[in-house]
């Protein structure tokens, strides 16, 4: 009887999870990819298909724009690591105690602020009439009013600036459980900075680097508001290409297609940043 | 490298020149937010017009302050009731899968946890359109088959809170997993000795020992649906949540009244926030 | 003068925020001998230990190693290799990398890397084990890799910091003989931290008691035993039961101490100018004290008293008995000797102490 009712308890619990996954997670999915599939012949007509792939890699713009997308997101994740990394080492191994926390903390508070906002900070900076333009004519470095926004380098900054914390915060974990003295024995045995940062601090902080990689790199290319409004109109991102497909163009087919392989391209970086640093998806993610 | 290893002063002193940059890197968008929602101009850039609070308070056009401009209350309502169902089902369901994941053995678990962990990874435009083309697809099949109307499955709140849902459970279920593994099982047999029932164990001592977890999970949950766009923007209806009313107003330009409710925002998440992590620290381990 | 020593500290000084962790110390250690620095945890032996290696600097004074002062030089560019109290070997390389790790910063060609690496653990008794990982060795094995990491690279002092601690007792009395080994086969200069005085009285050449950033005293392990320099070497080194009293008598080296449970204790004098009315202390080693079942009177058993056995703690050859005086109810600690005489000494029972007065040794207070 009594395993009778743990069993029963055991199905309670799972109900809830098989639901959410099945269907919010996979049958969407699954669904998604049959929509892919699927060509518009007529009014509520339908044939099964790889056309709307095929529109995908014959129209320029949509392949430029996905290649566009993915290699400004790896760039970004880039940048993102080597300014991100001093600031975690800083944190994690040169700071003790309450300064320790208050740097950590004055991190943490700028991501508990929607994106939008962060968004429209960047947009109030970079505009032509913006403080940045501002401050430079009145320093004298430039003659008259600047645009800065509405290009790639704007969209750099913004897309560093929201995804910096998802880096900072694996990395400055993993430094933390550095023990100092392997450090320190390091230089004893005639190492030297650089050294020691090749062969013990980077190999120690590898989990926390690929996690905060994954994670930046899946943020940067999903990423929809910072490209739109800090690259403007002429600004080319998939995200965005996926939006007129759905909601202005009403073309479920080619924007389910253009999804999946947005899909496709996150998992399989994903899945190469796992393999290549020997990591698996349960000890980076599920922290 | 480390305080106790020598090193020349001109490197020490350009690494804390760049730590210094990098704050204020990150301070600067929401200082100048915070600072433009009282310029006593219409646009929310330079000149400095003058100190105003009236993109707080104002009541005449085009001077109209976030306690007088309707469409941005009633959406701050919207993200209210949406955060409240989602942070309220991830919580719940969540809660069940620590216990599922902690507690049971059972085959094809460490299939369901990678299964639980894919939401991490999707990106969430992917996610808001995955719902959208089932929900209508099931709406579809429905609507001809029964002749009924089944808006619920139309893009509308149902399908936003579903949507930042299927996310946020993840994290949810993450942060009491992980709370709930250091809970001490000898506690809970102790109280079947002493005569419990099983339910009467959990709710009695395991549930008030997660509580800090749970607790933090729904704030998190909270401040992760007002903020989310990605997914919202693929399922939104008519009425809509509070950052996709923001983002309409900034790409038609908009006066410092979205400062203003920046502000507010900032403010709002950021004692969420430190109220979370400070219940957490005091009650939790 | 022979070779200059391997190691020379000049009134070596280290001043902290609100205090002074090592104050004015100056000790040679010539070379190829095993020197302890013994002290309580907080004595500055530790502050000392990284000035040598090169984490600290010091506040004033002077550090040589081999007639070369080090003020100024790196910890990468001293020749000193430390023992670190969790070893710090790095768990992200093999055992092979991690003695190699010293070797590949010099520049050393990758096949006598190899060549070295594989004799130096051939000398530490674990060769061919190379490719193995850190957390597969046991912690004597640990042990043994992280002083090879060092010797590989030929230091002219290795500096060892309590690094037995974290083994379990009978695995630490084994590597006491071990590293002691190890040391007579490398003949290089080991400096070796402690705070655990058998560590040091076993292994070592010399010793010097640290206590409060000042040496007390430096010697060998029989000097500080048996010629305490001050009541804080008697009293941390070895086992020694402690009287306080008052100087009633001062009889060439000889001193009486009256205690003020008004007892008259006799004792040899360390130190000059002890004078009568100056308070001190007498220390008598547990194996000093004779045991006799029946009253000892006369000059040859001076500091003779009545006791009460409070207990017996049987012990093997290291056995012991408290006994307490039944005036003043103080106990002291006496060997209990394994011989057939006290075999059956049991709990209440009345026997009669005494001690030869050179044994004792009395240190006058304000002198230490």
């Known amino acids: 009887m009594g395993s009778d009712r743990s069993k029963l308890g055991f199905y309670l619990l799972l109900a809830p999870l098989l639901l959410w996954l099945v269907t919010l997670i996979i049958l969407p999915h699954i669904g998604l990819f049959a929509v892919s599939i699927s060509e518009k012949v007529g009014v509520r007509e339908y044939e099964t298909g790889l056309g709307n792939y095929a529109v995908f890699f014959n129209e320029p713009l949509y392949w430029r724009t996905f290649a566009r997308t993915a290699f400004m997101s790896i760039s970004t994740t880039v940048l993102t690591l080597l300014l991100g990394f001093p600031i975690a080492y800083y944190i994690a191994k040169l700071t003790r105690g309450r300064t320790k926390t208050t740097l950590f903390l004055m991190c943490l508070i700028p991501f508990w602020v929607s994106e939008l906002v962060r968004t429209f900070g960047w947009m109030i900076l970079l505009r032509e009439t913006g403080v940045l333009s501002n401050f430079l004519q009145y320093t004298g470095v430039i003659g008259g009013p600047v645009e800065f926004l509405y290009n790639d380098g704007a969209i750099m900054v913004g897309l560093v600036y929201t995804s910096i914390l998802f880096m900072i915060v694996p990395l400055v974990t993993t430094l933390d459980s550095l023990d100092d003295s392997l450090i320190e024995a390091g230089y004893d045995l005639g190492g030297s900075g650089f050294s020691i940062l090749r062969e013990i601090v980077i190999p120690h902080a590898m989990p926390g680097i690929v996690s905060g990689c994954i994670v930046v790199f899946m943020l940067s290319l999903g990423n929809y508001l910072t490209p739109i409004l800090l690259g403007g109109k002429d600004s080319l991102w998939f995200t965005g290409l996926i939006y007129t497909q759905f909601i202005t163009r009403f073309n479920w087919e080619l924007g389910s297609a253009f999804g999946f392989l947005l899909l496709a391209l996150s998992s399989a970086v994903v899945f190469l940043g796992l393999k290549l640093s020997r990591q698996s998806l349960s000890n980076t993610m599920g922290r | 490298m480390i305080p106790t290893v020598p090193q020349s002063t001109a490197l020490k002193w350009s690494y804390r020149a760049y730590v210094t940059l990098f704050f204020v890197y990150l301070a600067l968008p929401l200082t100048v ?29 085009p001077f109209i302050g976030v306690f007088h401009e309707r469409s941005i209350l009633r959406s701050i309502g919207v993200s209210a009731f949406v955060a409240v169902w989602v942070a309220g089902l991830a919580v719940a369901v969540g809660t069940c899968n620590a216990f599922l994941f902690v507690r049971h053995d059972f085959r094809g678990k460490g299939f369901l946890y990678i299964l639980m962990l894919l939401p991490l990874i999707i990106p969430g435009v992917i996610l808001g359109i995955s719902i959208l083309v089932f929900a209508s697809s099931v709406a579809n099949t429905l609507e001809d088959a029964t002749g009924l109307w089944f808006d619920g499955l139309r893009p509308g709140l149902i399908l936003v809170i579903l949507g930042q849902f299927s996310f946020i459970t993840t994290f949810a279920t993450l942060v009491i997993s992980a709370r ?31 509580m800090p977890a749970i607790i933090g999970a729904g704030v998190v949950a909270v401040l992760m649906s007002f903020e989310n766009f990605n997914t919202t923007l693929m399922l939104v209806g008519s009425e809509s949540p509070l950052t996709i009313t923001m983002f309409d107003k900034l790409k038609h330009g908009s ?25 957490q620290r005091t009650k939790g381990g | 003068m022979t070779s200059p020593a391997d190691l020379v500290c000049r009134e070596l000084t280290k001043d902290f925020d ?19 620095i013994l002290g309580p945890s907080g004595c500055g ?13 010091p506040t004033s004074g002077d550090l040589l190693i081999k007639g070369n002062s080090m003020l100024g030089v790196g910890p990468n560019k001293r020749p000193v290799s ?25 520049g050393v060609a990758a096949s006598e890397i190899k060549q070295r690496v594989g004799l130096v653990l051939e000398r530490v008794g674990l060769p061919g084990i190379e490719d193995r990982q850190v957390d597969q060795l046991s912690g004597g094995q640990k042990q043994r890799v992280a002083i090879a990491r060092c010797m590989v690279l030929e230091p002219d002092v290795l500096l060892l910091d309590e690094p037995l601690g974290a083994l379990d007792l009978k695995l ?21 931290i402690t705070h655990d005085q058998s560590e040091a009285l076993v292994m070592s050449d010399n010793i010097v008691v640290m206590n409060k950033g000042r040496f007390d005293q430096i010697g060998t392990a029989k000097d500080l035993y048996y010629e305490p320099a001050n009541a804080f070497v008697a009293g941390f080194v070895g086992d020694a039961n402690r009287f306080e009293g008052k100087i009633t008598a001062v009889n060439g080296q000889i001193v009486t101490v009256q205690t003020e449970a008004g007892v008259s204790l006799h004792a040899q004098l360390t130190g000059q100018g002890a004078a009568v009315g100056q308070m001190a202390q007498i220390f008598v080693r547990p194996e000093a004290i004779e045991l006799s079942k029946t009253a000892l009177q006369g000059a040859d058993h001076s500091n003779a008293s009545e006791r009460i056995v409070d207990s017996v703690l049987f012990n093997g050859a290291n056995s012991l008995v408290i006994l307490r005086d039944p005036i003043s109810g103080e106990t002291i600690q006496v060997t209990l000797p394994q011989t057939g005489a006290f075999l059956g000494l049991g709990k209440g029972e009345t026997i009669y102490t005494s001690w030869n007065p050179a044994q004792a040794r009395c240190f006058v207070d304000g002198d230490a």
């Open chain 3, 45 to 57: 032996k530790t502050t000392l230990l990284r000035m040598i290696a090169g984490f600290q600097f």
């Open chain 3, 82 to 106: 430390m023992v670190f109290q969790h070893l710090a070997l790095f768990p992200m390389m093999s055992i092979g990398k991690n003695i190699g790790f010293g070797l590949r910063q010099r």
């Open chain 2, 33 to 61: 937010v915070c600072v433009f929602a009282f310029n006593d101009s219409v646009f929310p850039s330079l000149p400095w017009e003058g100190f105003t609070w009236a993109w707080f308070f104002g009541t005449e056009a």
């Open chain 2, 180 to 210: 709930l593994q250091k809970f001490d099982p000898s506690l809970e047999e102790a109280a079947l000795n002493l005569g419990a029932t099983k339910w009467g164990a959990v709710r009695q001592i395991t549930l008030p020992f997660l």
């Open chain 3, 18 to 36: 609100n205090f002074r962790a090592v104050d004015q110390v100056s000790f040679e250690v010539p070379q190829g001998s095993f020197f302890s």
């Open chain 3, 172 to 192: 630490r009395e084994h590597m006491k003989i071990e590293l002691k080994a190890l040391q007579a086969e490398f003949n290089t200069t080991f400096v070796y």
């Open chain 2, 255 to 279: 006066t410092p009244v979205l400062n203003a409710v920046s502000l507010l925002l900032i403010i709002g998440s950021a004692a969420l926030g430190l109220l979370s992590l400070i219940f």
